[in-house]
């Protein structure tokens, strides 16, 4: 079982940045985890924004993330982060952090994470 709880949400103008953090607790050593973030805007699916490893040297963007958003893991701390840079109004959404035990690679489909934690609301006003 794992507990993920996020944080670094909040209104941001467009342009600016927001770091985004995910606390893993879990029994399970978190280097077990790949580690993501996704998003979901009001009326939307949710979607991916960027994953990584267990050991943080592969990563994998979505397209529009890739140049504005770094995803970065502790594993002393059990915490993944995503900084965001240029934010755009489209950018607003529920981001939630997700954990991946049984597949070990990284994937962009929501429905192959185990564990999800509850968002953090990020709103980029124009």
């Known amino acids: 079982q794992v507990q993920l709880v996020e944080s670094g949400g909040g209104l941001v103008q467009a342009g600016g940045s927001l770091r985004l953090s995910c606390v893993a607790a879990?029994?399970?050593?978190?280097?077990?985890?790949?580690m993501a973030w996704f998003r979901q805007a009001p009326g939307k699916e949710r979607e991916f924004v960027s994953g990584?490893?267990?050991?943080?040297?592969?990563?994998y963007y979505a397209d529009y993330a890739k140049g504005r958003s770094t995803i970065s893991r502790d594993n002393a701390k059990n915490t993944v982060y995503l900084q965001m840079n240029s934010l755009k109004p489209e950018d607003t959404a529920v981001y939630y952090c997700?954990?991946?035990?049984?597949?070990?690679?990284?994937?962009?489909?929501?429905?192959?994470?185990?564990?999800w934690g509850q968002g953090t609301q990020v709103t980029v006003s124009s």
């Open positions: 990584i490893s267990w050991s943080g040297t592969s990563t």
């Open positions: 879990t029994e399970r050593a978190f280097t077990r985890y790949v």
């Open positions: 997700a954990a991946d035990l049984r597949n070990g690679f990284l994937t962009p489909t929501p429905g192959e994470y185990d564990y």
